[in-house]
């Protein structure tokens, strides 16, 4: 019961405060909008700005788990303040602080929703999709690409999964073998299940083939 009051009271204050910061976006206020979003994070989470920009993904997301269990409305409601604090950065004209902020708030989406985490302060889903399309301009690394290749293939949405592969196969990012390990996994689904994912058998076939050619050593047959 206690947890669920916190909950309550937390959307309710985040809701509010949120509100508030649309508002001031609205009016170029921005100073004051990363204020509230400041305070917000101080009040319901104990953390500021600069301890969090301080801290990598993986320590925030340890701070925020206690005897191996993480606390998914708390993730949800910082990366929400994140995604807020990376719109208000690009109005002011600041695509670095933007892009950092947006990211480290995509990466704690992930992080969450890749456990299958019920939304409790905002909903994982929209919010990845969201940001997703803010950081369309940008080169994402490694981390980033990887950690949408899983979420993009526990959602069945295989046809950007294997574009995210492609693009790490490209950089030299991800070994043949484990592109192979991905189109095991597509050839053991259904078809009607590939076909809800936009790929057919014969694409999936074809692709797994051409992968496993890379990977004969030179002198090979």
């Known amino acids: 019961m206690f947890q669920r009051d916190y909950f309550m009271r937390m959307i309710e204050q985040m809701t509010q405060s949120i509100g508030q910061v649309v508002g001031l976006r609205d009016r170029k206020e921005h100073l004051q909008a990363l204020a509230i979003v400041d305070e917000l994070l101080d009040r319901e989470f104990r953390l500021n700005s600069r301890l969090i920009d301080s801290l990598t993904d993986q320590?925030?997301?340890?701070?925020l788990t206690?005897?191996?269990?993480?606390?998914?409305?708390?993730?949800q409601g910082i990366a929400r303040l994140l995604r807020e604090?990376?719109?208000i950065y690009e109005e002011q004209g600041d695509p670095e602080a933007s892009y950092a902020a947006l990211l480290k708030s995509l990466h704690l989406f992930l992080y969450g929703a890749l456990e299958d985490a019920e939304p409790a302060t905002a909903e994982p889903r929209e919010e990845i999709d969201k940001l997703q399309t803010l950081l369309?301009?940008?080169?994402?690394?490694?981390?980033?690409?990887?950690?949408?290749?899983?979420?993009?293939?526990?959602?069945?949405?295989l046809d950007r999964?294997?574009?995210?592969?492609?693009?790490?196969?490209?950089?030299g990012q991800m070994k043949?073998?484990?592109a192979e390990s991905f189109y095991l996994r597509l050839l053991a689904m259904p078809a009607d299940q590939l076909a809800s994912g936009r790929l057919s058998l014969d694409e999936v076939r074809e692709a797994y083939e051409e992968?496993?050619?890379?990977g004969v050593p030179h002198g090979e047959s």
Not at 66 to 75: P, Q
Not at 144 to 156: G, I, N, P, Y
């Open 161 to 171: 999964a294997e574009n995210l592969l492609h693009e790490l196969l490209e950089d």
């Open 176 to 178: 043949v073998q484990e």
């Open 66 to 75: 206690t005897g191996g269990v993480l606390d998914h409305g708390s993730l």
């Open 59 to 63: 320590e925030l997301v340890g701070m």
């Open 211 to 214: 992968l496993q050619r890379q």
């Open 85 to 87: 604090k990376g719109e």
């Open 136 to 157: 369309r301009a940008y080169e994402l690394p490694e981390e980033t690409k990887r950690l949408l290749l899983q979420w993009e293939e526990s959602e069945r949405h």
